[in-house]
C-alpha cells in the first residue's frame, strides 16, 4: 500500500499561459516550473536545464517538450530528460489538475532536488504561488 499523496493547490490552470510556463517558488531550493502544452497537458519540471542550468520556464514549448532558452536543447516535459543526440535529466515532479487547481505533491516540493545550484540566467516570471 502506497502513502497518500499530500496535495497542495499552487495556482489555477489559466494561470498558466497556453505554450508557456509559470514558476512556483519553494521555501528551499529552485522553483519548479509548470508548463502546459497545447493539448492542455500540465507538467512540472525543475525549472533548471540539464544542460548548464538554463531556465526552462522561459523555453518554447511545443508538443511535449520545451526548448531550453540558452542552447536550444529539448527537454521532455513529461520525463524532463534532454532528446538525443543530447544527454540528462532534470528532477520532475508530480501533478495534477483538481477542477481548474493545478496541485503539486507538497513532500515532493519540500524535499526533491534542493542541492541543485542555481540556473545561469535568472528566470524573470512571475511567480505564483497560490496558498
Ligand atoms: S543550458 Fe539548456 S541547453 Fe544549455
Not at 531550493?29 to 522561459?58: K, T, Y
Request: aromatic share 4%; hydrophobic share 40%; glycine share 10%.
Amino acid at each position: 500500500m502506497t502513502a497518500a499523496r499530500n496535495w497542495k493547490s499552487v495556482c489555477a490552470v489559466d494561470d498558466i499561459p497556453l505554450l508557456g510556463a509559470r514558476r512556483v517558488a519553494r521555501p528551499r531550493g529552485l522553483p519548479v516550473a509548470l508548463f502546459r502544452n497545447a493539448e492542455g497537458g500540465i507538467f512540472a519540471l525543475l525549472d533548471r536545464c540539464p544542460h548548464r542550468g538554463g531556465p526552462l520556464s522561459q523555453g518554447i514549448v511545443f508538443g511535449d517538450s520545451v526548448a531550453c532558452p540558452l542552447h536550444n536543447w529539448t527537454i521532455g516535459l513529461d520525463d524532463g530528460c534532454a532528446r538525443e543526440p543530447d544527454s540528462g535529466c532534470t528532477p520532475r515532479f508530480s501533478v495534477r489538475l483538481q477542477g481548474t487547481a493545478v496541485q503539486l505533491d507538497a513532500d515532493e516540493l519540500a524535499t526533491r532536488a534542493l542541492d541543485e545550484p542555481p540556473p545561469i540566467a535568472p528566470g524573470n516570471r512571475i511567480v505564483v504561488v497560490c496558498q
